[in-house]
């Protein structure tokens, strides 16, 4: 059965939404759209604190404790973590798997480090890839600073260090509701044996089924979950059962 | 009253959190003596398999359980490789399970015989297929799935063999010996259907 699954921002308290990881604009709170998950039965949720991505700030363990409290789904976590420790914590309070990104390209040994104790399955690397001089890079910093290397290098680099699983993200497709980058989902999947779960664009079921087609072994989005309808409503949605089996 | 096992390895939050939720009486104990006249025990795990055996022995959980479990004292439900160290061994590493069920851990293959690819950990949501019917199943149906997320599954003898699933190759999902249950996936990740199986077990430890 294939995972779908929802990628909420958090801003301070708030969830937001961005546009090519710009503009955040308010969608509600995350307890209550936790608590909307989980009657829609998601089989799993990711939360990004960008804020804390950006460098401002550290992971939210109070609000965390409290967001988890409410999932009876695994949840995965990623913004600013940057210590054996913080992840210690995340794992303790219930996330299931941390998502490094900056740390990745700072301190890469932290990867190890923590699959070592907690095992692969726990440590998800984090791309968010991006068009620039001469093709596509990686960045870091929520979007901010480029990263030198191939996209498929870093992924392959995240692999040996012991991650579990690649996030890969588009920021140019990120909340513009096209599609995935699908050769980027195709790339990065050939590249490694472990599974990639791809995120930025997707505007509906079909966009869900191509990014699988493309090699992703999970599809995430944000905007498609959380908007409804052309001028953006904010509405919680998710596949219904008969949907989640035919995707 | 339900006992859960905080030796160190695996969250506990979420499995306290549904029990909570069922209104199961629970609470988490750390120290081996407390499992003393409990009727049932959890164990949870997650993580490397030699790293989880070595906490669970430090702790002096190993002992106790042990004892009080081949005795047949309480009711014992172990989880994720809380399940995994009930048997002999794993491939894992080099530790010992504690051989309550007879068997040993192997990993996931990275090639199936048909030469396709299989991503490993198996980490997603997965149906189950119930073999011999289980207090631990009561009310399961076709739509009963859970989340599982491992690298490793136990082979054990067929009579221990509760419900299996599929990844690549068939594996067995719940095993069970007497009082003693194990299962490869995270009910407390499973929303209603990890509380199914919670209220069964609740129930079990109970009757």
Same mark, same amino acid.
């Given at each position: 059965m294939k995972r779908v699954i929802p990628c909420l921002l958090l801003q301070g308290e708030r969830l937001v939404k961005t546009v090519r990881f710009q503009k955040p604009t308010y969608v509600g709170d995350p307890i209550n759209t936790v608590r909307i998950f989980n009657e829609k039965e998601v089989d799993e949720l990711i939360f990004l604190d960008i804020l804390a991505s950006a460098?401002?700030? +550290?992971?939210?363990f109070a609000l965390l404790e409290r967001i988890v409290n409410e999932s009876f789904m695994p949840l995965s976590y990623g913004g600013g973590i940057s210590s054996y420790n913080f992840a210690a914590k995340l794992f303790e309070l219930g996330v299931e798997k941390v998502i490094l990104n900056t740390a990745f390209h700072d301190s890469p040994d932290l990867i190890s480090c923590i699959a070592k104790t907690?095992? +692969?399955?726990?440590v998800v690397v984090s791309l968010d890839v991006k068009y620039g001089w001469g093709g596509q890079h990686v960045y870091r910093n929520r979007g901010r600073k480029r990263v030198k290397g191939l996209v498929v290098d870093h992924a392959k680099r995240a692999e040996d260090l012991g991650a579990g699983e690649i996030f890969v993200t588009s920021v140019d497709r990120d909340?513009?509701?096209?599609?995935?980058d699908l050769p980027l989902v195709g790339l990065v999947s050939d590249s490694v044996d472990v599974p990639v779960v791809c995120c930025g664009g997707a505007r509906n079921i079909d966009d869900l089924q191509d990014g699988l087609k493309a090699g992703a072994a999970a599809v995430a989005a944000g905007s498609m979950f959380v908007f409804h309808g052309p001028h953006r409503a904010v509405l919680i949605s998710y596949p219904n059962h008969e949907q989640m089996v035919r995707i | 009253m339900i006992k859960v096992i905080d030796? #160190? @390895? %695996?969250?506990l939050g979420s499995v306290m959190n549904m029990l909570d939720y069922l209104d199961i009486p629970a609470e988490r104990i750390s =120290?081996?003596?407390?499992?003393? %006249? @409990?009727p049932g025990v959890i164990l949870p795990g997650v993580g490397a398999f030699d790293a989880a055996v070595e906490k669970l022995h430090r702790s002096g959980f190993r002992d106790a359980l042990l004892g009080r479990a081949v005795a047949g004292e309480i009711k014992l439900l172990g989880i994720c490789v809380g399940m995994q160290m009930?048997?002999? #061994?794993?491939?894992? %590493?080099v530790a010992e399970g =504690? &051989?309550?069920?007879r068997g040993n851990c192997i990993r996931f293959p990275?090639?199936? #015989?048909? %030469?396709g690819r299989l991503q490993v950990p198996h980490m997603g949501w997965s149906p189950i297929d119930v073999v011999n019917d289980h207090p631990?199943? #009561? &009310?399961?149906?076709?739509k009963t799935r859970f989340y599982f997320v491992h690298s490793y599954h136990l082979l054990c003898e067929?009579?221990?063999? @509760?419900a299996k699933a599929e990844y690549g190759v068939e594996f067995n999902a719940i095993v069970a010996r007497r009082n003693v249950v194990g299962c490869q996936f995270h009910p407390e990740k499973s929303h209603r259907f990890g509380m199914q199986l919670f209220k069964n077990f609740y129930r079990w430890v109970m009757e």
């Open positions: 460098g401002h700030g +550290s992971p939210n907690f095992g +692969s399955q726990a909340g513009v509701l096209n599609g995935y | 030796y #160190g @390895v %695996g969250n =120290m081996p003596e407390e499992i003393k %006249g @409990v009930l048997c002999d #061994g794993s491939e894992e %590493g =504690m &051989g309550l069920i990275n090639r199936l #015989g048909d %030469g631990i199943t #009561g &009310g399961f149906d076709i067929s009579e221990c063999v @509760v």
